[in-house]
């Protein structure tokens, strides 16, 4: 069992930077891959970022790249969305969450543990 809890959200003006933070507990974090994904209203949860536990490789959805970085530190048991040139389409509820596959996996249901989300808002 792993506890995920988020951090880092709020509210910012298009073209703006936010670090958000995930910090897990309970079983050795770096057993875990780790992604990213959001949510805005009336929209599927989406993918947009996974570091793996093995070989140290990530993965981005094409809409982020280039603007965002995942990247973690197993010592503190957190991972980090590091989002720059924020845009209004970014606006969603993230979430992390962890697998134990052992790539930077795309798909929500290879995920076992979920954080509660934080939400980001980006005004125009």
């Known amino acids: 069992q792993v506890q995920l809890v988020e951090s880092g959200g709020g509210l910012v003006q298009a073209g703006g930077s936010l670090r958000l933070s995930c910090a897990a507990s309970?079983?050795?974090?770096?057993?875990?891959?780790m992604g990213w994904f959001r949510q805005a209203p009336g929209k599927e949860r989406e993918f947009v970022a996974a570091?793996?536990?093995?070989?140290?490789?990530?993965a981005y959805a094409d809409s982020v790249k280039g603007r965002f970085t995942i990247s973690r530190d197993n010592a503190k048991n957190t991972v980090y969305l590091q989002m720059n040139s924020l845009k209004a389409e970014d606006t969603a509820v993230y979430y992390c969450?962890?697998?134990?596959?052992?790539?930077?996996?795309?798909?929500?249901?290879?995920?076992?543990?979920w954080g509660q989300g934080t939400q980001v808002t980006v005004s125009s």
């Open positions: 969450a962890a697998t134990m596959t052992y790539y930077s996996s795309r798909y929500p249901s290879q995920y076992d543990y």
């Open positions: 570091f793996s536990r093995i070989g140290g490789s990530t």
């Open positions: 309970g079983r050795t974090f770096s057993s875990y891959s």
